[in-house]
């Protein structure tokens, strides 16, 4: 799981602009809570990175990430509610992409992914 994070955080670092800007305190705040606040935070943090490439609708994400359809339906619903995709069409034929909140903001995800790689990389020792 770690090697999968850390090629995330190098293709949001290979998209880093020049003229990058620290997002302001509720951006972040959100961010840190999608991603790694909540159990589904790994999970939305592929679609988004799966997003990247393009267009895809939900039947498209599940087949190519190996996941449940209605798990993939759930986490596009969450991502959609706080504007990290648009969606484009109804029903089962509507492709979703990055929106433009998070295209901007895109580069924040660097520390989201930092602090989940540090939550999955502890393990608890029982002894």
Known sequence: MSDQLLKFQKIIRSRK?????????ETRKLLLYLFTSTR?????LRIIMHLLEGSYN??????DLGMDY?????HMQVL???????KAG????????????LELHID???????NLARKTG???VYM
């Not at 602009?17 to 305190?25: G, S, Y």
């Not at 589904?40 to 939305?44: A, K, V």
Request: proline content about 2%; overall charge positive.
């Open 17 to 25: 602009t020049a003229n990058t800007r620290k997002p302001d305190r």
């Open 40 to 44: 589904g935070g790994l999970t939305r």
């Open 58 to 63: 939900t039947h498209q994400i599940s087949r």
């Open 70 to 74: 209605k798990a993939v339906q759930h």
């Open 80 to 86: 959609e509610r706080n504007n990290m995709v648009s």
């Open 90 to 101: 109804e029903k089962y034929g509507a492709l979703f992409r990055l929106s433009n909140f």
């Open 108 to 114: 924040s995800l660097d520390e989201a992914i930092e």
């Open 122 to 124: 502890h393990k608890k």
